[in-house]
């Protein structure tokens, strides 16, 4: 079966008592689902809450109630920065994600490299520290509307690329995956046909074999992923997942998704 992850990204949404219900309603969601169609195959499934409600999730995550669907939910951070500690004011490292209960990070994504001038080195320096500190990084690259109307899709992913894979430290095998999420369709409603998702992740995977990196490259895609369409990228050989923004910010689309993406796993078999 192919696996499949789920990365839900809550961007700059949820206080901790909002976290808290919404985690709540996706862990009992997922013991019902469970309940129906048994203990597989489903995705392994990771939310990214803001930073000051990780604490909120962590708790939720101890809950006795959720203590037979705990196992399908991680934390990950949505952001972390390239030094473990020092006067980077606002800055979280991988260290503190870790002790906050993340057991992986979002690193790169467009609205950080787009608002906050994130550069390619930046981005790429952002995920050795979290792979040496113990962290899964789910390294985000896409290209920007223009640049896919000038058909420049493939130079941009190479030059997002580029700079990590010099980087990466020793056995970070299995602890990196790449998230496709063209720019122009990032909370647009505007989602990438599924063939342009598979051209963008065999080229990465291509990449990534002329980088040195060894063994398979798991590739997500993300953009306007939502429960109607989901199942078209699960069936897409080359895609493993999908991180999703808005969707993930109701328990009843992102579940909606997950079980798109449990039937895209069993289709696989």
């Not at 800055?91 to 979002?106: Q, T």
């Not at 990032?186 to 342009?196: E, H």
Request: include cysteine; proline fraction near 6%.
């Amino acid at each position: 079966m192919k696996p499949m992850t789920v990365v839900g990204n809550w961007k700059m949404h949820t206080n901790p008592a909002e976290a808290r219900a919404l985690l709540r309603d996706i862990l009992r969601g997922l013991t019902h689902l469970r309940e129906i169609h048994g203990s597989g195959p489903w995705p392994r499934v990771l939310v990214a809450p803001p930073f000051t409600s990780l604490a909120a999730c962590q708790e939720t995550l101890r809950d006795d109630e959720f203590a037979e669907t705990v196992w399908a939910i991680h934390l990950a951070g949505q952001d972390v920065f390239w030094e473990a500690e020092g006067a980077y004011t606002g800055a979280i490292s991988a260290p503190m994600l870790l002790a906050s209960g993340c057991r992986e990070a979002v690193v790169g994504h467009s609205e950080r490299r787009r608002i906050f001038r994130e550069t390619e080195e930046e981005a790429a320096k952002k995920a050795k520290a979290a792979l040496e500190a113990g962290l899964e990084v789910f390294f985000c690259v896409g290209e920007e509307e223009k640049e896919r109307e000038r058909g420049e899709t493939l130079a941009v992913l190479r030059r997002q690329l580029e700079p990590l894979w010099s980087l990466l430290p020793e056995g970070s095998q299995g602890r990196l995956a790449i998230a496709y999420e063209p720019v122009w369709a990032i909370g647009t409603g505007k989602a990438a046909q599924p063939q342009d998702a598979e051209e963008a992740a065999l080229f990465i995977r291509e990449e990534a074999r002329k980088g040195g990196y060894p063994g398979d490259l798991p590739v997500l895609y993300g953009g306007s992923v939502t429960p109607e369409n989901a199942g078209a990228y699960f069936q897409v050989p080359s895609i493993q997942g999908a991180l999703v923004g808005g969707a993930s910010l109701k328990a009843a689309s992102f579940l909606g998704i997950l079980e798109a993406a449990r039937k895209g796993a069993e289709g696989s078999s």
